[in-house]
């Protein structure tokens, strides 16, 4: 079991960075995807949920009308749009599957800064 996340990097403020978490060895499509979140000496916050079949999605307050999380079931692959970046952005970001079982990626660090 994999997921591998990518797509992060240095972006000014107000910026635009898209999140690609790359999944294999179970079943993509079955699980809830997740998008987490940790910046040093803070507790992880869940960003963003998407449902098996991408017909449900969830976002924390922070990100809302910000983040667009996103699926492709024929790529076992979740995206995650973030649009106007602030500096609060700063994190590693970690993809997440839920069923039966729980897998996490290894993270990517977005940073946000001029």
């Known amino acids: 079991v994999q997921l591998v996340e990518s797509g992060g990097g240095l972006v000014q403020p107000g910026g635009s960075l898209r999140l690609s978490c790359a999944a294999s060895?179970?079943?993509?499509?079955?699980?809830?995807m997740r998008w987490y979140r940790q910046d040093q000496g803070k507790e992880r916050e869940r960003v963003a949920l998407?449902?098996?079949?991408?017909?449900?999605?969830t976002y924390a307050d922070s990100v809302k009308g910000r983040f667009t999380i996103s699926r492709d079931n024929a790529k076992n692959t979740v995206y995650l749009q973030m649009n106007n970046l602030k500096p609060e952005d700063t994190a590693v970001y970690y993809c997440n599957a839920l069923s039966q079982y729980e897998y996490w990626g290894q993270g990517t660090q977005v940073t946000v800064s001029s």
């Open positions: 060895g179970f079943t993509f499509s079955s699980y809830i």
């Open positions: 998407i449902s098996s079949n991408g017909g449900i999605r």
